[in-house]
Structure formats: C-alpha cells, structure tokens
C-alpha cells in the first residue's frame, strides 16, 4: 500500500487539502490493483499538472517574483552589515584572516537571504508558495555554474563552503514556502472549523 498521507501532503502543496484527500484517495483506491508505481506516477502526474495549472492563473504575478526572488538573492550577500562585521571580528579575533571572513559573511548572508527570499516569495504568493520559491530554487544551481567562471577570473575562493551555499539557498527556499504553506494550510482549517489556533 503506497504511503497516502505523504501523497496527500505533496498534492496539497499545489491544491486544497481537501482536494489533495480527494485525490489521494481515489488513487489508493486504483492502487490496489494496479500497483504502487502506477500510484506514485499518478500523483506525480497530478502535482505537476497542478503546478502548470497555478502558472497558467497568475504566470505575470510568479513572473514577476521569479524575477525579483532571484535578484534579491543574489544581493543579499553584498549587504555589508558593520554589526555583523564587529561581531565576527570581535569572535574571531586572533584567527581571522580576510579570506575567512569573506566567507563567514558571505555564509551568513546566504543562510539569512534564502530564508528571508523564502519567506517573502511565500508570502507574496498565497496559495502558490511552493511553486514560488521551486521556481527560484531550481534556478539557482544553473546561475552558480554560470557565474563559476566569473567568480574563478577574479580571484574569489571556490572553496568547498561556497559550492555548499549555493546549494544550500535551495533547499532553505524550499523549506521555507513548505513551512508558510503549512502555516496557511493550518490557518485555513482554523478558520473552517471556527476554533482558535491555539
């Protein structure tokens, strides 16, 4: 028996929760006979039609943030914050060297401009959060090997730490639009039942 409640967790990042249920259920119904791999390509055949379907409703509105996302998180980084610049110093005080701290703040800005990046996407774009942020997340790996060759020409470490940023924003994008999708999903089912979120 194929594993429902994930599949009705995945459909409902693209759909109501009742009608990812829905939908979930009528293949696990069709499972029984037809096998597990028949299910999972169903579901994902499903998600993915739901996906285009989100696109074709507001493809100027996911355009748009597709756009500003990428931009945003590809800035983030060169924020100088004097704050964080004391701080690291201070903390690092007998050991830092230049190089280090360029990527200690280019850590730091990476984590906290994905989350931030994430967060804003999702919040930006209700109901469509994981759409979002997937849209900039799978975008990030092609324009890091992109840039590799720039970065390589002027001198910039490509050190194992910077490979892992960039392929840690997509997944912290990720998390993030599942985290407020849920938050929604959450609010939503409050508001249904009349009860409090507490």
């Not at 037809?34 to 299910?39: D, I, K, L, P, V």
């Not at 996302?69 to 201070?90: E, H, M, Q, S």
């Not at 942020?133 to 090997?145: D, E, H, N």
């Given at each position: 028996m194929p594993n429902y409640l994930f599949a009705e967790t995945l459909l409902s990042f693209f759909t109501t929760?009742?009608?990812?249920?829905?939908?979930?259920?009528?293949?696990?119904?069709?499972?029984?006979?037809?096998?597990?791999?028949?299910?999972w390509r169903q579901v994902i055949q499903t998600a993915v039609s739901l996906c285009f379907r989100q696109i074709g409703t507001a493809p100027i509105q996911?355009?748009?943030?597709?756009?500003a996302?990428?931009?945003?998180?590809?800035?983030?980084?060169?924020?100088?914050?004097?704050?964080?610049?004391?701080?690291?110093?201070?903390w690092n005080a007998h050991t830092l060297d230049?190089?280090?701290?360029?990527?200690?703040?280019?850590?730091m800005t990476r984590v906290v401009g994905a989350i931030t990046v994430g967060l804003g996407?999702?919040?930006?774009?209700r109901g469509r959060e994981v759409l979002a942020?997937?849209?900039?997340?799978?975008?990030?790996?092609?324009?890091?090997?992109l840039t590799w060759s720039w970065f390589a020409d002027h001198g910039f470490p490509l050190t194992w730490m910077v490979l892992s940023l960039n392929s840690l924003s997509p997944i912290l994008l990720i998390a993030a639009a599942v985290w407020v999708r849920r938050s929604n999903l959450?609010?939503?089912r409050v508001q249904i039942s009349g009860g409090s979120l507490a």
């Open positions: 929760p009742e009608r990812a249920a829905t939908i979930a259920g009528d293949f696990a119904e069709d499972a029984q006979r037809r096998g597990s791999f028949w299910y996911l355009a748009l943030l597709f756009v996302g990428n931009i945003v998180i590809d800035f983030f980084p060169l924020i100088k914050i004097d704050g964080v610049r004391k701080t690291i110093a201070d230049p190089a280090n701290f360029t990527l200690t703040h280019l850590l996407l999702a919040a930006l774009s942020c997937g849209a900039v997340a799978l975008t990030r790996p092609l324009l890091f090997l959450r609010t939503h």
